[in-house]
């Protein structure tokens, strides 16, 4: 299936250490691509799991690379990008399993690829956040790896709503896209409704590790964003909430065209990865 590229990220310069690891996962191996900043002190780092966006069909390593090359220098830690296998030729629970191996490799071999496994974190963007949360579900479901936070940017969290969003004093309706996600994603419509698909609507959000959530005030899931925020801090969550004004669905990267809006995303989430890692 042919795909394509989205969205516009500024270059970034390769790291001390770059390198890609086979994985095997069930039925097939993905790909995880490592970054790590120079180490002066030779200790173990802390690692930042990613995850891409691309609506679980669309997205490469390669689309995100300087994106997590930028994170690891920035948050100073080890950036683990997961190549997660795509939809529609895998489909759900293909990616949210690929991304717990990738969790659990990790942990595992943390020895090996200079990570403090007491210090990983989970993240990403749209699809993959969605992702992020799920691993982080799982990890707690499964007694998997501990995390010390996780970063949501503008997720996907409900598949079952797929309302537009409307901005009437603006003449504005803008569709969520979740009808072309639920077409690729999912094996039977009756699977968005399951909270390792719609993490918002899980019964139990107690015991997952501390939130940092991403919106965009012209989103059709900033809505979302914010109602997952509430009902974690209801479960005893710790979480911060950002909903950025003026921006839409993928700009806050876009650094060539918002030069200062993009620094200013990127700065606060490389500031509470490293605030996390001090814990």
């Not at 990613?50 to 950036?79: K, N, P, Q």
């Not at 992020?132 to 010390?148: C, E, I």
């Amino acid at each position: 299936m042919e795909r394509f590229v989205i969205g516009h990220y500024a270059h970034a310069e390769p790291l001390a250490h770059e390198a890609d690891h086979a994985i095997q996962v069930d039925g097939g191996s993905i790909t995880v691509r490592i970054y790590a900043p120079a180490n002066p002190d030779r200790g173990p780092l802390p690692c930042h799991v990613y995850f891409h966006g691309g609506g679980f069909w669309l997205g490469t390593l390669e689309h995100f690379d300087s994106l997590c090359r930028s994170l690891a220098m920035e948050a100073g830690c080890i950036v683990a990008s997961v190549g997660y296998r795509l939809a529609p030729e895998n489909r759900f629970p293909a990616a949210a399993e690929d991304g717990y191996a990738a969790l659990s490799w990790i942990s595992e071999m943390a020895v090996q690829l200079g990570v403090d496994p007491a210090r990983l974190s989970v993240g990403g963007v749209s699809a993959g956040g969605n992702l992020a949360t799920v691993v982080a579900m799982m990890a707690r479901d499964r007694n998997g790896p501990s995390l010390v936070l996780q970063v949501l940017e503008v997720p996907v969290l409900d598949l079952v709503n797929h309302n537009p969003l409307r901005v009437p004093e603006e003449g504005m309706e803008l569709s969520s896209g979740k009808d072309l996600y639920c077409a690729h994603y999912l094996t039977d419509a009756s699977q968005a409704a399951l909270p390792y698909v719609s993490p918002l609507l899980a019964e139990d959000l107690t015991g997952l590790p501390p939130a940092l959530i991403m919106c965009a005030q012209y989103d059709p899931l900033a809505a979302e964003g914010a109602a997952y925020a509430r009902r974690l801090a209801e479960a005893g969550v710790t979480v911060v909430h950002k909903c950025w004004p003026g921006q839409f669905h993928g700009a806050q990267p876009m650094a060539a065209l918002i030069p200062v809006e993009a620094a200013a995303y990127q700065a606060m989430i490389a500031s509470a990865l490293r605030a996390a890692f001090k814990t």
